[in-house]
């Protein structure tokens, strides 16, 4: 439980973060006019990797393997290593938490037929 916890942090953090920000809503979400009347409030209807993107597969680079599934496991392969788990998608849909097992985690972006952190490049197979 501790582990499931330790894990959902660092998003509870950034969930948050998000829903103070009211971006001028009253009236339970609905934005006012200049009249005063209630406007609907704004929905997001984008598009994210997490819902338009074929993420699920295998990514590959010279040193490393993962294998994403779309019931949210995972398998890393390194060549000292290879670790299998679960990972999270943050509040925007577009980067994957993958449990290191040491209580940290590697972030990935998901694009259009890779992951990406900083230098490291995954390309899908």
């Known amino acids: 439980m501790k582990r499931v916890i330790s894990m959902l942090l660092?998003?509870?953090?950034?969930?948050a973060a998000l829903s103070s920000c009211t971006?001028?809503?009253?009236?339970?979400?609905?934005?006012s006019t200049?009249?005063?009347?209630a406007a609907p409030a704004y929905t997001n209807d984008a598009h994210t990797a997490q819902n338009s993107l074929d993420w699920a597969?295998?990514?590959?680079?010279?040193?490393?393997?993962?294998?994403?599934?779309?019931?949210l496991s995972f398998m890393r392969s390194m060549p000292t290593e290879?670790?299998?788990g679960y990972f999270m998608w943050d509040t925007e849909g577009s980067v994957i938490a993958l449990d290191n097992g040491d209580g940290g985690y590697m972030l990935l972006k998901v694009e259009e037929n890779r992951l990406t952190n900083g230098d490291?490049?995954?390309?899908?197979q």
Do not use: C, H, Q, W
Request: aromatic share 8%.
């Open 57 to 71: 597969g295998v990514y590959k680079n010279d040193t490393m393997t993962v294998e994403l599934n779309s019931d």
């Open 10 to 15: 660092p998003f509870m953090f950034v969930a």
């Open 120 to 124: 490291l490049v995954l390309v899908k």
């Open 23 to 31: 971006g001028g809503k009253t009236d339970g979400g609905k934005e």
């Open 82 to 84: 290879i670790r299998k």
């Open 34 to 37: 200049e009249s005063g009347e």
